[in-house]
């Protein structure tokens, strides 16, 4: 069982940056990929970047390319989730997440956090 911790949310305004960081309750195996993940009252969670703790290869969603890095450090057993450019429409509840896996296009995972608010005022 892996227990995951977010931090670092808040209220941006629009064009601002923020960073979040995830801090699994023990150290990631080498398979493990890890990512992002948004959600807004009414809809459903969404996949935003992934990033495979082995060999740093990531992946974003097309809304937030460019905008976005997903990053980790080994050394601190820490994700980051830079945000670049945020948008109004960014205001979401992010959600750390571990061993994740796709079938098709879409993404899922195993391990969760319990969500960090990030507002972004126009």
């Known amino acids: 069982q892996v227990q995951l911790v977010e931090s670092g949310g808040g209220l941006v305004q629009a064009g601002g940056s923020l960073r979040l960081p995830c801090a699994p309750s023990?150290?990631?195996?080498?398979?493990?990929?890890m990512g992002w993940f948004r959600q807004v009252p009414g809809k459903e969670r969404e996949f935003v970047a992934a990033?495979?703790?082995?060999?740093?290869?990531?992946y974003y969603a097309d809304s937030v390319k460019g905008r976005f890095t997903i990053s980790r450090d080994n050394a601190k057993n820490t994700m980051y989730l830079q945000f670049n450019n945020l948008k109004p429409e960014d205001t979401a509840v992010y959600y750390c997440?571990?061993?994740?896996?796709?079938?098709?296009?879409?993404?899922?995972?195993?391990?969760w956090g319990q969500g960090t608010q990030v507002t972004v005022s126009s």
């Open positions: 997440a571990a061993d994740l896996r796709t079938i098709g296009s879409s993404w899922y995972g195993d391990y």
């Open positions: 023990r150290r990631t195996f080498s398979s493990y990929r």
């Open positions: 990033i495979n703790w082995s060999d740093g290869t990531t």
